[in-house]
Nanobody, 121 residues
Framework: QVQLVESGGGLVQTGDSLRLSCAAS?????MGWFRQAPGKEREFVAG????????DYADSAKGRFTISRDNAKYTVYLQMNSLKPEDTAVYYC?????????????????WGQGTQVTVSS
């Protein structure tokens, strides 16, 4: 069992940056960030392989968001730049039992409680 705790969310203005962190209770394999806006389904944002050598992004995140990890600290990060109001959502990190990335939610076995990101216009 892996516990995940997200942090770093907050209220920012359009164009600002935020860095989300996801601290795991132990070693993790592939990791992902998802988000859920009010009234919408949870969606994939970014994923990273166990080694950090492979990453994947949703089209909405490409060029603005960067996922990274520090395996020595059991932590995954999501650097978000040029934030837009449509990025407003609860952001969740998730851990897989496999080493490769997937955009599918059912690929991930463990989930954090989420951190709120609000971008004002």
């Amino acid at each position: 069992q892996v516990q995940l705790v997200e942090s770093g969310g907050g209220l920012v203005q359009t164009g600002d940056s935020l860095r989300l962190s996801c601290a795991a209770s132990g070693r993790t394999l592939a990791m992902g960030w998802f988000r859920q806006a009010p009234g919408k389904e949870r969606e994939f944002v970014a994923g990273i392989s166990w080694s950090g050598g492979n990453t994947d992004y949703a089209d909405s995140a490409k060029g603005r968001f960067t996922i990274s990890r520090d395996n020595a600290k059991y932590t995954v990060y999501l650097q978000m730049n040029s934030l837009k109001p449509e990025d407003t959502a609860v952001y969740y990190c998730a851990a897989s039992r496999l080493t490769t990335i997937s955009q599918a939610m059912n690929f991930y076995a463990y989930w954090g409680q989420g951190t709120q990101v609000t971008v004002s216009s």
